[in-house]
């Protein structure tokens, strides 16, 4: 299985843009790429989810490059309500089942 | 929206009792997955179903069961408690449209002693 690797922590400002890089260079031919998320006494939140090349939605982008061994969660223009903990997950598909690890996550704080 | 509900928000246990955490989705998603979450090491699987009465060991199984009889119920048991099994367990769920994207339950701070 897949392992991730994130930075344990990052220091931003309101208004600028986030990069948050995670590494998974055993990532398999089957597995997707998914981001997570999480803020103190709640659950994990759906960030979005890629295959390869980029994935934008209205919250984040997701860059992956062409090897698949890493790939980047952008959050464009931060506010303080973005501070909270990411999570990079690697997991394949059913049948067979739906492995997945969680990293340890990014704790991102947001200062004004 | 998904709703994914867990039994209770706080649990308190002695060790040697037998824990039953459950988990119910309304959205008739085909995945449910149960994690235990502890400072510094992020979320690790326990077990994870895919289908009614199927199930698959996550990275953590040891001292876990579980149960799913319905789609829409999964049941995490602890079948002797030990204090080593406080945690913050969270349950998920998800649909093999988007296996990725999975929907999280409140969580279940279970507190051993």
């Known amino acids: 299985l897949a392992k991730t690797t994130q930075p344990i922590s990052m220091d931003s400002y309101e208004g600028q843009e986030v990069n948050i890089t995670c590494s998974h260079n055993?990532?398999?031919?089957?597995?997707?790429i998914t981001w997570y998320q999480q803020f103190p006494s709640q659950g994990p939140r759906f960030i979005i989810q890629?295959?390869?090349t980029k994935v934008t939605n209205e919250v984040a982008s997701l860059f992956i490059p062409a090897d698949r061994k890493s790939s980047t969660l952008s959050l464009p223009r931060v506010s303080l309500s973005d501070t909270a903990v990411y999570y990079c997950?690697?997991?394949?598909?059913?049948?067979?089942?739906?492995?997945?690890?969680f990293g340890a996550g990014t704790r991102l704080f947001v200062k004004a | 929206d998904v709703k994914v509900t867990q039994s209770s928000r706080y649990l308190v246990k002695r060790t040697g009792e037998k824990v039953f955490l459950e988990c119910v989705q309304d959205?008739?998603?085909?995945?449910m997955f149960w994690y235990r979450q502890d400072p510094g090491l992020g979320l690790r699987l326990i077990y994870f179903?895919?289908?009614?009465?199927?199930?698959e060991k996550g990275d953590i199984p040891e001292g876990y069961s579980v149960s799913r009889e319905k789609k829409e119920r999964f049941s995490l048991i602890l079948e002797s408690a030990s204090t080593n099994q406080t945690s913050m367990y969270l349950c998920?769920?998800?649909?093999?449209?988007?296996?990725?994207?999975?929907?999280f339950g409140p969580g279940t701070r279970l507190t051993v002693t």
């Open positions: 998920a769920s998800s649909s093999n449209d988007i296996p990725g994207e999975q929907y």
């Open positions: 055993n990532i398999a031919t089957n597995d997707y």
């Open positions: 890629g295959y390869k």
């Open positions: 997950l690697v997991g394949d598909l059913p049948p067979g089942g739906f492995k997945t690890i």
């Open positions: 959205m008739d998603h085909e995945n």
């Open positions: 179903s895919y289908d009614v009465k199927m199930k």
